[in-house]
């Protein structure tokens, strides 16, 4: 009977100390991603939100601190100008974050936190409405970036991610018409699985 009971003890315990966000772990998160541009009521454009598959690729270079790369496939943004559509535009926004993980290796839950620097490169940019026909260019953009985020297990490997992230994007909308100075700064939202290699 001492036996059992050490096994099933032995059980309970073994998963949760199977799931260690420890060092030299790799993080591979994918899932949805709801990028929702925070444009300025007195912005001149009012850029639309567009959802993407995002992929998130982490290394733990201690039990608590990591680094993460964000990529995702290309967002698509719609432009508008009271309320008409003038632009269609694309972009990709990769970011790379410093990460604290809260709690110790074997949580079955780790909530972490982020902050780093983001590129936004703009690409296949569309004059529509007003502007079809005419030129249409929207300056590459740095800028800082914060996450905030939570891993809860699913099995010794797999996890569910649910994260946030800010990011600083300004850019030059130039036209053959006008330059519009644009503060986009949006906030995204992914919600996924994980796995860890």
């Known amino acids: 009977m001492k036996k059992v009971a050490l096994l099933v003890a ?4 073994a998963p949760s100390a199977a799931f260690a ?6 993080l591979v998160r994918g899932g949805a991603v709801m990028v929702s541009p925070t444009t300025d009521a007195n912005d001149p ?5 567009n959802m993407q598959l995002g992929l998130t690729f982490s290394y733990m270079v201690t039990d608590n601190w990591g680094v993460e790369l964000l990529a995702a ?12 559509e003038v632009a269609k535009v694309k972009h990709l926004p990769p970011s ?13 839950v780790r909530p972490y936190v982020g902050a780093g620097i983001n590129y936004t490169f703009f690409f296949d940019e569309e004059g529509k409405g ?27 490997n797999l996890f569910v991610n649910g994260s946030v992230w800010y990011m600083d994007i300004d850019t030059d909308v130039k036209t053959d ?21």
Do not use: C
């Open 96 to 108: 790379l974050m410093a990460q604290y993980y809260f709690g110790s290796a074997q949580s079955k």
């Open 21 to 26: 966000h420890q060092a030299g772990d790799i």
């Open 73 to 84: 496939t290309p967002f698509s943004h719609s432009v508008e100008s009271g309320g008409n």
């Open 10 to 13: 032995a059980a309970l315990i």
């Open 177 to 197: 018409l006008e330059t519009f100075k644009t503060e986009i700064d949006p906030i995204g939202l992914m919600v996924g699985l994980g796995y860890r290699f």
């Open 130 to 156: 007003l502007l079809s026909g005419t030129n249409v260019k929207a300056d590459d953009s740095w800028g800082l970036a914060a996450q905030a985020g939570l891993d809860m297990k699913v099995t010794d």
């Open 45 to 49: 454009l009012d850029v639309q939100s």
